[in-house]
């Protein structure tokens, strides 16, 4: 079946420093791909998507590019802030042309923004 | 608009007992899907709706059922809950022939 695997958290940074989090994925078909971001105390938020191979998915400064050679989908953002401090987690739907919509996530990744 | 609202947000039940839980999707939206998230198992999905009826439904067991409503209002039901049950139950809506979905805020069931 499909799969997604994150990188484990938590990971740590400073304030204006580099992110990167990685995400592959195992599925049939070519699936939607999803990264949510879930703040304390709160459900998801839909942070990007990108739908086919070479979509760059963007949003508040976050990119993420579908990699179906590599299978992968990592999350990135070039300068993190306090408030970005969250459980980030990486998702794809199932094969479009079943017109299912259940995601299948990733185990999520903590990250911490230190001042 | 209003975004996904679920009611109620915490729940406390005993052993045994059973549970509904309501979500309202965004308006316009016909497509309400359920997921479980426990820190354990991570995020795993329930079951879908559309036009009042399941169209996927994931690996749970019969105790956890749900329906829609012709409105799009979704419930679920929980029977005979157990101690592993304790989770965040999310409800979340999606546009025909979308594949992004948006989630509520959840609500948090404990069982004791």
């Known amino acids: 079946g499909d799969s997604v695997t994150q990188m484990e958290g938590p990971v740590t940074l400073s304030e204006e420093a580099f992110l990167t989090i990685n995400c592959t994925y195992t599925a049939t078909g070519y699936p939607s791909l999803f990264w949510y971001v879930q703040y304390p105390g709160e459900g998801l938020q839909l942070l990007l998507k990108?739908?086919?191979?070479?979509d760059k998915g963007s949003n508040k400064g976050f990119e993420a590019t579908y990699r179906k050679e590599t299978t992968s989908f990592h999350l990135e953002k070039g300068s993190v802030q306090v408030s970005d401090s969250a459980v980030y987690f990486c998702a794809l739907s199932e094969r479009r042309d079943t017109g299912r919509r259940a995601l299948t996530f990733g185990s999520g990744t903590r990250l911490q923004v230190q001042p | 608009k209003a975004g996904v609202t679920q009611t109620p947000r915490y729940l406390i039940k005993t052993r045994g007992q059973q549970v509904t839980l309501s979500c309202s999707p965004i308006?316009?939206?016909?497509?309400v899907s359920w997921y479980q998230q426990t820190p354990g198992q991570g995020l795993q999905f329930l079951f879908e709706y559309f036009s009042e009826t399941q169209r996927n439904k994931g690996n749970f067991p019969g105790r956890f059922s749900g329906r829609q409503f012709s409105n799009s209002r979704s419930e679920m039901n929980v029977s005979t809950l157990e101690l592993g049950d304790s989770a965040l139950y999310l409800c979340?809506?999606?546009?025909?022939?979308?594949?992004?979905?948006?989630f509520g805020p959840g609500t948090r069931l404990t069982v004791t």
């Open positions: 308006s316009g939206h016909r497509s």
């Open positions: 990108a739908t086919k191979a070479d």
């Open positions: 979340a809506s999606s546009l025909v022939g979308d594949y992004e979905q948006y």
